[in-house]
């Protein structure tokens, strides 16, 4: 038998001894270009830049909520101011006119600061919130007129039962005139005023209610 020859020599698989198929054969990769062959990242100048962005936008954030935070503290200092208004009011209408006359002390206008008739007045602490109370009291002169009526009771129409059959006289001017000379005084108008400071002290700001008593006491 003659030797196989070296290109007669068995081949397993394809002819050309890959042991697969010319067709199904990949082509290795092309190689990528020195400029792309570097790591890809985020370089210090990007960092730097996205941070910047970040900072920028968290200060906006911060002075929009700052503000809301100083409109809420406004507000609450507002709803106090009012109920301290309230109830000193609603104090002080609680007193009588006799009580209040005794504290004016004979004057037609008093304002007071400090604490009368148990009511708290001047300086006053609403937890960290502070106020300053005033209240004014004024005597008010009254004058009134009226009608008279004529009574007849000779007039047979006359019928105290029916109002149709009254006759009223003309109307009289400056029958009694309450203003402290000739008859004394039967009204107070009262003041009060609650004031506080805004934005450190800057801004001055108050509330203020005025109400009446009347003396039925006399």
């Known amino acids: ?65 700052g503000y809301g935070h100083a409109g809420s503290a406004k507000d609450f200092r507002n709803v106090l101011a009012l109920q301290l208004l309230e109830n000193t009011m609603n104090q002080l209408l609680q007193q009588s006119f006799a009580s209040m006359t005794v504290q004016m002390r004979g004057a037609r206008q008093s304002t007071f600061n400090a604490p009368i008739l148990g009511i708290g007045l001047g300086p006053i602490d609403q937890g960290k919130e502070k106020f300053d109370v005033v209240a004014s009291l004024s005597m008010v002169p009254v004058t009134y007129t009226y009608r008279p009526i004529n009574v007849s009771w000779v007039t047979p129409e006359y019928d105290p039962d029916d109002p149709t059959t009254w006759r009223f006289g003309d109307v009289t001017e400056n ?7 000739a008859l004394p005084y039967k009204l107070i108008k009262m003041q009060i005023l609650v004031k506080w400071k805004e934005q450190g002290g800057r801004v001055n700001r108050q509330v203020e209610a005025i109400s009446f008593v009347v003396d039925l006491e006399s």
Request: no cysteine.
């Open 175 to 181: 029958q009694g005139e309450f203003d402290g000379t």
């Open 1 to 65: 038998m003659e030797p196989l020859s070296r290109t007669e020599a068995p081949v397993w698989g394809t002819p050309d001894g890959s042991g697969m198929e010319p067709s199904t054969r990949r082509p290795p990769p092309p190689a990528a270009p020195a400029s792309q062959q570097r790591r890809r990242g985020a370089t210090l100048t990007e960092i730097m830049l996205a941070f910047l962005i970040l900072a920028t936008a968290t200060l906006g954030s911060m002075g929009i909520m």
